[in-house]
């Protein structure tokens, strides 16, 4: 293991110097086909309110779940419930967990589920934390439960609401958070609403959050009020 993580350390490092160069065009284009609403509600738009505060032109706190594919000395893939495929660096200040306990990057094995937290650019996540969960946590069965409408190229995005939309609320408004409450906000809304990527957390003027999500036709927006429970979704 010390030679997979010195390696990982490495690669991590190069691949930040390139993530640096060229996140913004990463980002624009595969959030322009990730669904047929790019108009309204792209990862790097400034929103309908023509240059809110959580409009993008970089990485920014988030994660995803899914289940490990395949590992390598500089992190792994996994693939979500929704079918969405999804590349994660790990560094040398990657943690790991196997549920509540710490492990170490020899816990992440190919068909391991796991939830990953970190920095997303597009669907490339920087782990800052991996949790190994129990299996069969994440699966399909759960993402369709849900709602979850698996995204699918040239189908037309999906247009509901859930739950409880914060009142006055408008896309572009907010401001992007990170640490402990984009964190908490991102496994709230990857629990009620598995298989897509949370590309970004904004928290608005009520003091709720808006998790912004890809890799689907819908959900698109997930409501988290203050004490991080999902409360609405569009």
Known sequence: ?????????????????????????????????????????????????????????????????????????????????????????????????????PASASAITTGESVLVLGTVNSTTITATQVTVQPTGSEGSAASSAAGVVPFQQGAPSTSKQAGQIPANYSQGSGTIVSGTAASKATEAALAAYPGGVVDRVVKLSNGEYEVHYIGVNWPHHIFVNQDFKVVGAD
């Open 1 to 101: 293991m010390p030679s997979r993580k010195l390696t990982r350390s490495i690669v991590a490092g190069a691949a930040a110097i390139a993530v640096a160069g060229g996140s913004y065009g990463i980002v624009s284009a595969t959030s322009s086909s990730a669904s047929t609403a790019a108009s309204s509600s792209p990862a790097a738009s400034s929103g309908s309110g023509g240059g809110g505060s959580n409009a993008r032109s970089g990485p920014a706190a988030g994660g995803s779940s899914g289940t490990v594919g395949s590992v390598s000395t500089s992190g792994f893939t996994m693939t979500t419930s929704a079918g969405q495929k999804v590349t994660v660096d790990e560094a040398s200040a990657t943690t790991y967990q196997k549920g509540t306990s």
